[in-house]
């Protein structure tokens, strides 16, 4: 398999995300594959899969949101999420971006993708607000994956 794919497939994987695929394609991939084109296929990969989570979440809290495994915990959520919407109001959109945006384990498309559906923002709104989130969270990547090495390097290494 190619590694451009991987950059593909790993951005697709929830938890790993882009912040996997970026480092994998600076580190791993042999020959390391430019960080635009990285970002670029990582980005796509990781964008994917936002439109169906937001259209299905909700299905999926129907299913199971009247088991008593997690039912009572998925219900606290959305109560949790329809408060914090409230307070939120024109904000989602930045607040939103920023989450995906910065790259720590628990933010990312998926997370954001679902909490935009619990929040139930619009879609024309959220998933703009998360694909420039990407475009962050790549850009920071791409800091720590590219550049930060190269002056390590450049600064101890003679």
């Known amino acids: 398999m190619s590694k451009y794919l991987y950059i593909f497939l790993i951005s697709m994987v929830p938890v790993i995300e882009l912040r996997g695929a ?5 580190f791993i991939a042999d020959p390391p594959v430019p960080f635009l084109l ?3 296929i990582a980005i796509l990969g990781n964008i994917v899969p936002v439109p169906l989570i937001m259209l299905f979440i909700h299905k999926l809290l129907e299913l199971f949101g009247h088991t008593k ?3 009572g915990f998925l219900n606290r959520l959305v109560s ?10 024109d904000v989602g959109f930045w607040a939103l971006l920023i989450f995906v945006g910065i790259p720590l384990p628990g933010t990312g498309a998926w997370t954001g993708a679902i909490i935009s559906a619990i929040l139930d923002l619009p879609k024309r709104k959220a998933i703009p607000a998360i694909f420039l989130g990407l475009i962050m969270s790549a850009s920071i990547m791409g ?10 390097v450049a600064w101890f290494v003679k």
């Not at 970026?22 to 600076?26: E, L, R, T, V």
């Not at 408060?83 to 109001?89: D, I, S, T, V």
């Not at 720590?144 to 190269?150: E, F, G, M, Q, V």
Request: no cysteine; charged share 20%.
């Open 143 to 152: 800091i720590i994956s590219y550049a930060l090495p190269d002056l390590f």
């Open 22 to 26: 970026i480092p994998y394609a600076s």
């Open 69 to 71: 495994l997690i039912g």
């Open 80 to 89: 949790r999420a329809a408060k914090k919407a409230e307070k939120m109001g």
């Open 38 to 40: 990285a970002a670029f």
